[in-house]
């Protein structure tokens, strides 16, 4: 994929969030905020079997952090804790497909470090 095709794609992920709202039930909630732009994102987890059985998201923040929080999301389901606790910044990064600048990076893994608080 070129390099305008990964940011139609992040656009879509912004306009029609997957798995945006809160799960009914959940055994893990998160709450991160960055602090530096007013991003904020709250994840809900659902395990079973030590597997996500269950995922979604809820907060505001820049059109990045949003995509993100879509994409890590639908990519989290089905994954076992011990999978997703190697899942690495870069991972991310690279899932989301597009250069990233320094100043960016908070908002791109911004769901990244909500999902590691729900891991923990």
């Known amino acids: ?13 912004y306009k029609s969030p997957l798995n945006f709202g809160k799960l009914k039930t959940f055994d893990k909630k998160s709450t991160q905020l960055n602090p530096f732009c007013g991003d904020e ?3 809900f987890v659902r395990y079973e079997n030590n ?4 995922i979604s998201f809820s907060g505001k923040g820049c059109a990045l952090c949003i995509a993100a929080s879509s994409m890590l999301t639908d990519f989290a389901k089905g994954k076992s804790k011990k999978e997703l ?3 690495s910044d870069q991972d991310m990064l690279d899932l989301l497909g597009i250069e990233v600048s320094e100043t960016r990076k908070k908002c791109a ?3 990244l470090f909500t999902l590691r608080d729900c891991l923990a």
């Open 1 to 13: 994929m070129d390099n305008n095709l990964y940011r139609e794609e992040i656009l879509e992920h």
């Open 41 to 43: 994102i709250s994840l």
């Open 51 to 54: 597997n996500v059985s269950g």
């Open 85 to 87: 606790t190697k899942y």
């Open 109 to 111: 893994l911004l769901a």
